[in-house]
T-cell receptor, first 113, second 114 residues
Framework: AQKITQTQPGMFVQEKEAVTLDCTYD???????LFWYKQPSSGEMIFLIY??????QNATEGRYSLNFQKARKSANLVISASQLGDSAMYFC??????????FGTGTSLTVIP | DTEVTQTPKHLVMGMTNKKSLKCEQH?????MYWYKQKAKKPPELMFV???????INESVPSRFSPECPNSSLLNLHLHALQPEDSALYLC?????????????FGNGTRLTVT
């Protein structure tokens, strides 16, 4: 069963605008972590932001923020003030106990000048 | 610069060759991973080592053989590969049994099997 779902295969955003990338997850474990990774065309996977299941506040890291809605099991990534360098694949991931990481299918983001 | 180092960056090998991919981290992480990634797809987990012991083997064909010589090093030995094994191979590490510990990835090895 799919544990992480990203329903947007491709997204476009105008430079300097904000964009939201969707992610929903499925687990009955009370303890889990949610991550977002960026993968440019060069291939490296870059860790962006983390949200723990017990965290009360939404995580923020610079221009990245995570809109965590626990009851809806969603962990959307918001990128503010998009830049051309933000064009990349973005993967949502979840970790459960036992070092089990699950990745979503990814969203390809293109920033338009 | 990534703190997980993978070599080589690119590898072209024939189906009868034997080669090895190498991964090194010096962050004191106790879990190390091999992932395989095809273009425009998410990484697929192959192996997990936790405290230098193989803890997860995701039904990977025996032509892929992992090895963890010590807590900083992780190898993937390749033998008799098929063209469909061509992919980006990513190594990653994490602190271990903690749900708030992200994976730190290397830059990957782009493998082409001819």
């Amino acid at each position: 069963a799919q544990k992480i779902t990203q329903t947007q295969p491709g997204m476009f955003v105008q430079e300097k605008e904000a964009v939201t990338l969707d992610c929903t997850y499925d687990t009955s474990d009370p303890s889990y972590g949610l991550f977002w990774y960026k993968q440019p065309s060069s291939g490296e996977m870059i860790f962006l932001i983390y949200q723990g299941s017990y965290d009360q506040q939404n995580a923020t890291e610079g221009r990245y923020s995570l809109n965590f809605q626990k009851a809806r099991k969603s962990a959307n990534l918001v990128i503010s003030a998009s830049q051309l360098g933000d064009s990349a694949m973005y993967f949502c991931a979840m970790i459960l106990t036992g070092n089990q990481f699950y990745f979503g299918t990814g969203t390809s983001l293109t920033v338009i000048p | 610069d990534t703190e997980v180092t993978q070599t080589p960056k690119h590898l072209v090998m024939g189906m009868t060759n034997k080669k090895s991919l190498k991964c090194e981290q010096h962050m004191g992480h106790r879990a190390m991973y091999w992932y395989k990634q095809k273009a425009k797809k998410p990484p697929e987990l192959m192996f997990v080592y936790s405290y230098e012991k193989l803890s997860i083997n995701e039904s990977v064909p025996s032509r892929f053989s992992p090895e963890c010589p010590n807590s900083s090093l992780l190898n993937l030995h390749l033998h008799a590969l098929q063209p469909e094994d061509s992919a980006l191979y990513l190594c990653a590490s994490s602190q271990g049994e903690q749900s708030n510990s992200p994976l730190h990835f290397g830059n990957g090895t782009r493998l082409t099997v001819t």
